[in-house]
């Protein structure tokens, strides 16, 4: 089987030979990713300890203290509500801005294709209004905020056609939705405000062929099953044990999971042993049951303090362990 296959067999839970992995060089890796290239961020002068400042093509800029991570938003493009009368958002429909997401998706067909989208609603609204005052928003600006999540999601349904086209096989895109202690709002409201916004963008996916692939930090546990209902068919955390894994084997064979092993608990404790059982841990109980489980690998070992060697432990038992026999 390709890569491309045991992928899609692992997330439809169609027992394939092994578990799926998207590990680095020189590990198995079943899956490739592209998406929209529009345009390109504008350069700023930084500000006090600022290494790097910029504005995005959403008229977002933010900023970063190093020269490694995604920044935070310094500057909402929206400060003032009166500002959405006039607010344009990126043209995200235009053929050509996908057409080096199709040549790379031609050229590498024995993978899985996922083209990523900015976020949904939440993820590329928040940083529209910054999320301080996005949040406040929820609750005293609700009109505003509906009209808000219908110019982005007007966005978002363009790019998800404009990636079938392309080539995808699914649809990628990060939603931070919870703390290290709960989600960030109450599940009651995530209900009201963003479960058909999930829906929507989820379903556009799916009628146009394509999986729903999404990255989500925190324990946001609560949304699972509404996660599934709306059409999510991998969720990506870095974090597994903050839901526990107990907790996310109850979903095998409703959702996949794509997880590392732990990035703040077990690889933080450098230990081989430790770090070997966690690994198989996730295998055995995620990825046992006719497929469920891709072995994940957090690309900034830099961010987390930790160096690739230690990572590699992983590596090694997720292929050791992640054969079915």
Known sequence: MTGRQIYEAAITFSSPPRIAMALPEPYPNDTTGAGWSGPADTALQPRGGELRR???????VRASLTDYDIGEVVEPAIRDWSDLDSYVPPDMSRKEDYQRAAAHFAADADHFRIGYIPG???SVS???RRLDNYLCDLIIERPN????????????????????EAGADAIGFCEDWGTQEGLMISPEMWREIFKGEFRALAGRAHDRGLYVWMHSCGKMTEIIPDLIECGVNVLQFDQPRLHGIDKLAEFAGRVAFQCPVDIQTTLQTRDPAIIRAGAKELVEKLG???GGFVAGYYGGNRAIGITPEIQDHACKAFVEFGTYR
């Open 54 to 60: 910029w504005r995005d093509s959403w008229g977002v």
């Open 120 to 122: 949904f609603g939440f």
């Open 126 to 128: 928040r940083k529209l």
């Open 145 to 164: 905020v509906d009209r808000l999540h219908e110019i982005v999601r007007g966005a978002l349904l363009s790019a998800i056609d404009r990636l079938a």
């Open 288 to 290: 046992s049951r006719g």
